[in-house]
């Protein structure tokens, strides 16, 4: 079976992960932290990053940097993953959640306004597929109520926004490196930190609790408890396994886009009438993390994910709705997001790793010709 996904190993990783069993500091904060943070300073200008154990603790420590409290309304798209909205509910956060655009399943820019009240207190966006939300508006309509926005860049390294790289723009951004995003460390993610005023504060979330960063600064001369926080920081062995994939990561971009094209290209040229492209709008720079084609409707979806899984090529569709799931429907607001569900009954996300090899994916590409060419409409 073609899987969906497959890990790629960079080739340093042990490597690294040896040189940082030798310096004897294999908890956070060590030396292969600091390179990581430093990559991120250097190539995109990020000039406060920490590393995470995951996109879903960025997101948490965004939600206590906020002070987000009970009543307080966050704005976010209901097609998303659950981090997204988990980290604002544990705080206590009432979800108010908007839908995608028409042609686009990322949060729809013009219907944000409409759902603002004296409460609200942030947006979150998510770039979905690591194709960039019109940041201009969001930060405009952000400004204009005095509204904090976060992006949840998960699965946006190295796309940009006009010039400008996911995750700098907003007042906080945070990345995931799971091992299903472009660039991985098995587990792990990253906080920008954007807005001066949550510099100082992040670290010390980030740490217990405490002010320990400043401590072996030697900007104070003993530490301790100073606000809340939690442990947030990743070993010193999953940030050296992550720099040597941020070593790596033009080749693996490079060849990310490749596929991305080929498939694009491809479906372009033949021109089927069964389905809908990604829309790129012209403001962003992509970065290979996903590709998918838009259905008719669910029915079609499963067929098509069933005939590729017969073809021994695992299709997949994406996210169920967070305002139906199980858990959070019992206390939406109740208004339909019709869009949403479009992207979650139509939308198939196709193979795309590193390794996928050419001739794969030219299999993969022909065998969804023939579901059109076969299956009754
Ligand atoms: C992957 C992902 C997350 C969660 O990232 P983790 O690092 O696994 O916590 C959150 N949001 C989006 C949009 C994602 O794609």
């Known amino acids: 079976m073609l899987p969906l996904n497959k890990p790629y190993l960079s080739g340093n990783e042990l490597y690294y992960i040896e040189d940082a069993l030798k310096e004897a500091h294999i908890s956070g904060n060590g030396k292969y932290t600091k390179k990581c943070h430093g990559y991120f300073k250097d190539k995109y200008g990020f000039k406060k990053t920490l590393l995470t154990t995951s996109c879903t603790d960025a997101l948490e420590m965004c939600a206590i940097l906020l002070d987000i409290k009970n009543d307080d309304e966050v704005i976010l798209p209901s097609f998303t993953f659950v981090s997204t909205a988990l980290a604002f509910y544990r705080q206590g956060a009432k979800l108010v959640f908007a839908d995608c655009r028409r042609d686009f399943p990322s949060i729809d820019e013009s219907k944000i306004e409409d759902l603002i ?10 770039h979905y597929a690591g194709i960039s939300c ?23 390294f190295n796309s940009f926004y006009k010039t400008r790289p996911l995750g700098g723009i907003g007042h906080l951004g945070c990345m995931s ?22 510099v100082e504060r992040s670290e010390i979330i980030w740490e217990k609790g405490t002010n320990r960063a400043k401590f072996f600064r030697g900007e104070i001369n003993k530490y301790g408890w100073v606000d809340t926080g939690s442990s947030f920081l990743p070993s010193e062995l999953n940030a050296a396994f992550l720099f040597a994939q941020l070593e790596m990561s033009e080749i693996i971009q490079d060849k990310r886009l490749k596929i991305w094209n080929k498939y694009f290209n491809e479906f372009k ?8 492209l990604p829309l790129i709008p012209e403001y962003a720079s992509q ?45 939406h607001d109740g208004r ?42």
Request: charged share 30%; net charge positive; glycine share 2%.
């Open 287 to 331: 970065n290979g993390h996903l590709f998918y084609i838009v259905l008719k409707n669910k029915v079609r979806q499963q067929k098509l994910i069933n005939f590729l899984r017969e073809k021994d090529i695992y299709a997949a569709f994406h996210y169920l709705p967070l305002h139906q799931s199980e858990f959070y429907k019992k206390r």
């Open 134 to 156: 019109n940041m201009d508006m969001i930060m405009k309509v952000a400004e204009k109520y005095n509204l904090f926005v976060i992006e949840d860049a998960a699965q946006s």
């Open 336 to 377: 339909k997001l019709n869009y949403c569900d479009k992207f979650s009954d139509c939308l198939v996300r196709l193979p795309l790793f590193f390794e996928l090899t050419d001739k794969q994916q030219s299999y993969i590409i022909s065998t969804v010709v023939d579901f059109f060419k076969t299956e009754k409409r």
């Open 117 to 126: 009240t004296p409460k609200t207190k942030a947006i979150v966006v998510v």
């Open 269 to 276: 040229k033949l021109k089927l009438p069964d389905f809908d």
């Open 177 to 198: 490196f799971h091992e299903t995003k472009n660039i991985q460390c098995g587990e792990g993610g990253m906080l920008i930190i954007n807005d001066n005023r949550f």
